[in-house]
């Protein structure tokens, strides 16, 4: 534990954040990345192949 | 004792009609359908894990008051953890969401199951907002100064006082987590007596399920 | 098995296919580990954010004329928490309503504050020792309100000029009755930090009630700007942000979103039509399942072929 807390906050992010404006809308780039992220995860969760499983043939 | 007067007993009652709903194997099985084949299908547990790991660090963060976090290191990290993995839980839950709408997943008696998750998925937001409101620094004067007024316009700030923050932190602490650890439990539990929703069939017509 | 007319999006076919192996223990023991590292990465990367809470001392050393002018405000019954209407006080017609619904009014005052009482006599009230402070509020209870408002309007007016000096609130305001004493021994109270203790122990010793000093900073001009800063403010999207530049409750994005439109940002009862809004919206979501047209939507979508592409493959084939 005091490891890790040596390291804790690495970059912390207590600057004054960056917003992103178009028309009315308005988000925090912090915001922004989160939900493009989930997006993104969203889409390879659908498209990325998942590892096949061993088929049984048999009915339960 | 006659049979009769056993058979009325609520006891026995309440048995039988639980009775088979969820046997060991529907419980913790061991095969899935082969239908269930895509990531998307492991957005649900991760959100369960989540939870288990919010639950986790608040309970560190319990150990030694609310306030303990503001002075010590250690404090601060664990309230970092408790609020990555809030971010984590909303970010796994809402993709869950998308997957499950996406597969009409109410399909086969299942609409129970959807609703506890619509619950769950609301009382969490209250959950995460009675947690900014008790961190008793600047964020949450700000966030309780701005919310009364959305709560209050309800009628109901006049009960759930969000600058009390013994009363916010109680609800964060106590009652809004057992609503969500309940609800997520029965949730699963109507999961696995249901089983996984099986694909569209793409014919018009076919044999329903009884 | 008995035949009715199948509705696919309520239905579900029985499943007649095969299994395949699952270990549900190991798939979530690796779940539980992934997202027990990703955690931990973040908390060591980025940490979180503690943006020290502000004390009505900080604000009245750190802005004494905003400080003075809020304590006016809170005497004279022009703060926005002196006519906020119900939980709080009685103010005719600032309650919000919801079309017919006056949820708000009718649920009445629940949380008595009366501003100048609470905030500005009863702390004054409270310190000792202090001979002309407590003639001039003697002279102040006694007078009638005609003459306490032509006091409160005299120094409202001469306010605009109002100077610190040597950490006094300086103001020329003639007949202004008691009301100069009045607020700048409330100004040398709130910055000895003893207003703060006051506020809060109104209640008795043991506290964990912050509705007083929070409506207090609330009207102030101080926390609004300081939250401005941090793009907080609901003009803002503010209720999806955190300070600095940490990720906020993004999952707000739909009620700050109305706030940014008509006739949600025009109304005075914005909050309660957001609320009512998002009411109807998450009673929508919640019945999906029994909403014809709404219920449909996923099989129209069709990203559920994506989902089960593997067993709509395996079908073609047979």
Known sequence: MAFLLSFAALVPLNNLGHYVQWHFLEISVANLMVIVLMIITFVVALLAPFPGRRRRKENR | MSTSEIDRQWTTRLRRRVEGKLPPEKLLPDTQPTYVSSWIYVFGIATMCSLGVVIGTGCILALRGPQWWHGSDYGHFINSMHLWSVEIFFFCMVIHLWGKFAMAAWRGGRALTWMTGVVTFLVSIGAGFTGYVSQSNFDSQWISTQAKDGINSTGAGAYFNVLNMGQMLMWHIVLLPLGAIVLTGMHVLMVRIKGVVPPFEEEAETEVAQ | ?318
């Open chain 3, 1 to 318: 098995m008995r035949k009715k007319s199948f509705r696919p999006d309520v239905d579900a076919p029985a499943w007649k296919g095969g299994y395949s192996p699952y270990d549900i223990i190991k798939e979530g023991t690796i779940a539980l580990v992934v997202i027990l590292v990703l955690t931990l990465i973040m908390a060591v990367v980025f940490g979180s954010p503690d943006e020290k809470a502000i004390t009505v001392k900080t604000w009245s050393n750190a802005d004494p004329i905003d400080f003075a002018t809020t304590a006016l405000s809170e005497l004279n019954g022009t703060s926005v928490s002196a006519a906020y209407g119900a939980p709080y006080n009685n103010t005719p017609g600032a309650s919000q309503t919801m079309g017919p619904l006056k949820l708000e009014q009718w649920v009445g005052v629940r949380i008595p504050i009366n501003s100048a009482k609470d905030f500005v006599i009863s702390p004054l009230k409270s310190l000792p020792d202090q001979p002309v402070l407590d003639q001039q509020l003697k002279t102040w209870s006694a007078a009638s309100t005609a003459t306490k408002n032509t006091w409160l309007k005299s120094y409202a007016k001469a306010s605009t000029n109002m100077k610190i000096v040597k950490g006094q609130v300086v103001i020329n305001a003639t007949n202004a009755g008691p009301v100069p004493v009045m607020i700048n021994d409330l100004t040398q109270m709130a910055r000895s930090g003893a207003l703060d203790q006051a506020l809060v122990t109104g209640h008795g010793f043991y506290t964990t009630d912050y509705t007083k000093p929070l409506l207090f900073l609330a009207d102030s001009q101080y926390l609004g700007d300081l939250a401005q800063k941090q793009h907080l403010t609901g003009e803002q999207w503010g209720m999806m942000n955190e300070t600095g530049s940490y990720p906020g409750q993004a999952w707000l994005w739909l009620y700050t979103f109305w706030y940014q439109i008509p006739p949600f940002n025009s109304s005075s009862s914005g909050d309660a039509l957001v609320f009512a809004t998002m009411g109807v919206l998450s009673l929508l979501l919640l019945f999906v399942p029994f909403i014809p047209g709404l219920r449909s939507v996923p099989r129209k979508l069709k990203i559920y072929r994506l989902i089960w592409r593997e067993h709509y493959r395996e079908i073609e084939k047979v």
